[in-house]
């Protein structure tokens, strides 16, 4: 049974920054590119950021360029997802994702597993 747990969600002010974390067990992820997705209420899923196995190849959605970062530990089956200069914009439930046997994850019909997903709320 594979399990995508997160973590490290919560409230910061605009201008904070936050790292949420992705825990993945169940399988050997050694293939798998991981990412973030996003969803305000309201609004339909985004794209936050991707990275392969290896670490040499990541990806970021246009609203989150520059200021996340994403980064993983193989050896921990984990991915974090760092978060700086958060505005209000950026609230929503940040879901953590696995596309099995690939160096691409870029959108939702790629995803074989979601995490629950965290919540992370930045006030003005």
């Known amino acids: 049974q594979v399990q995508l747990v997160e973590s490290g969600g919560g409230l910061v002010q605009a201008g904070g920054s936050l790292r949420v974390s992705c825990a993945a067990s169940g399988r050997t992820f050694s293939r798998d590119a991981m990412g973030w997705f996003r969803q305000a209420p309201g609004k339909k899923r985004e794209f936050v950021a991707s990275?392969?196995?290896?670490?040499?190849?990541?990806y970021y959605g246009d609203s989150v360029k520059g200021r996340f970062t994403i980064y993983r530990d193989n050896a921990k089956n984990t991915v974090y997802l760092q978060m700086n200069s958060l505005t209000p914009e950026d609230t929503a439930v940040y879901s953590c994702?696995?596309?099995?046997?690939?160096?691409?994850?870029?959108?939702?019909?790629?995803?074989?597993?979601w995490g629950q997903g965290t919540q992370v709320t930045v006030s003005s």
């Open positions: 994702a696995v596309r099995g046997g690939s160096w691409y994850l870029r959108r939702e019909s790629e995803v074989d597993y």
């Open positions: 990275i392969s196995y290896g670490g040499g190849l990541t």
